[in-house]
């Protein structure tokens, strides 16, 4: 399966559990891990993504990010997870 077809069908796969995930940690199991796997990365490897890593950014003293990507000792980025909880 090419990186097209794992795309669309995590696409699909959100489409048909968002309105059962109620946490951020849901959330991210359910979409955002698969997703980063699609993108090559190992999940399990810490250093190739590290939950919740702490880091100082600016003004911003003590912030995590929730998911940074690591490759060869170096952040490519970081995903934030965020839910909108329906009353």
């Given at each position: 399966?090419?990186?097209?077809d794992v795309i669309r069908q995590l696409s699909d796969r959100v489409a048909k559990m968002k309105d059962n995930i109620q946490t951020?940690?849901?959330?991210k199991n359910a979409?955002?891990?698969p997703f980063i796997n699609a993108l090559g990365y190992d999940v399990f490897n810490?250093?190739?993504?590290l939950p919740e890593f702490v880091c100082?950014?600016?003004t911003k003293k003590g912030e995590k990010m929730i998911m940074p990507l690591w490759k060869?000792?170096?952040l490519l980025c970081s995903l934030s997870v965020n839910i909108v909880c329906r009353i």
């Open positions: 399966m090419d990186f097209k951020e940690e849901a959330t979409f955002v891990m810490p250093m190739e993504v100082d950014i600016g060869k000792v170096s």
